[in-house]
């Protein structure tokens, strides 16, 4: 039987889990609740509900020619930080299929359709770092704010597909403040990168649907990106 300080403790990574697969905070957190009345006591707790938000969701790969779970895969190992044998238990696969169906869908991510990108970082390096990542996983980067006055030009002047922010501005504001602001006017996917993002998933107020650990890779950028544009419903072929 998990206990529920068990439940509670893995809670934040589940949330974070289930809003990248959907697209959504809402409906992540629906997800969620769904789950845990029905966990395999066969795994421990945080593995535990994976597994059972995999099995509520499989259905996202059904594009007809690709394979199931690709997207999962590249989720609970690169947004997780789950390991491909764990990844391979919540999945119900084998780890050499788990692995091969990852490929696969990594494969077709790296090759998914590019979009406008407005980037949101105070610090200069670390903002033509991610004017690289972006550009590697061949999305355009239309601007890049340095404060939230800048960023709300930008994306008024400029439209994005996609706004990739940071959370701390220093002393030009707040990230987040400066999304909520675009977001009054604007519908644009957003991906939050912080070195904490437990800290944002606190179940109080509006939560972002995409949260990157800082550092990040390219893969992980493109799989967050793919994620963000398509809300979690186009299927990997």
Known sequence: ??????????LPYARR??????GSQAEGDALVARAIPDLSEALPPKLALYARITQLTENLEASGRGRPLGRHLLLLTSLEE???ADAALITGLDETEAAD???????FVKAASATDVLIIEDEPVIAMDLRMLVQGCG????????????????????GAGLI?????????????????????????????????PEQLLTAEGIEPAFVMRKPFDPVTLAIFTYQAITAGRVPLH
């Open 101 to 107: 169906r990852a490929a696969e869908a990594r494969a």
């Open 82 to 84: 789950i390991s491909m």
């Open 139 to 158: 999305h355009r980067v239309v601007g890049i704010a340095a404060t939230e006055i800048e960023a709300v030009r930008l994306a008024s002047e400029k």
């Open 164 to 196: 990739l922010a940071d959370i701390n501005l220093g002393r030009g504001g707040n990230g987040i403040q400066a999304v909520r602001r675009i977001l009054q006017t604007l519908d644009i996917p957003v991906i939050f990168v912080t070195a904490y």
């Open 1 to 10: 039987m998990i206990s529920a300080a068990e439940l509670i403790a893995v």
């Open 17 to 22: 889990y289930a809003r990248a697969l959907t």
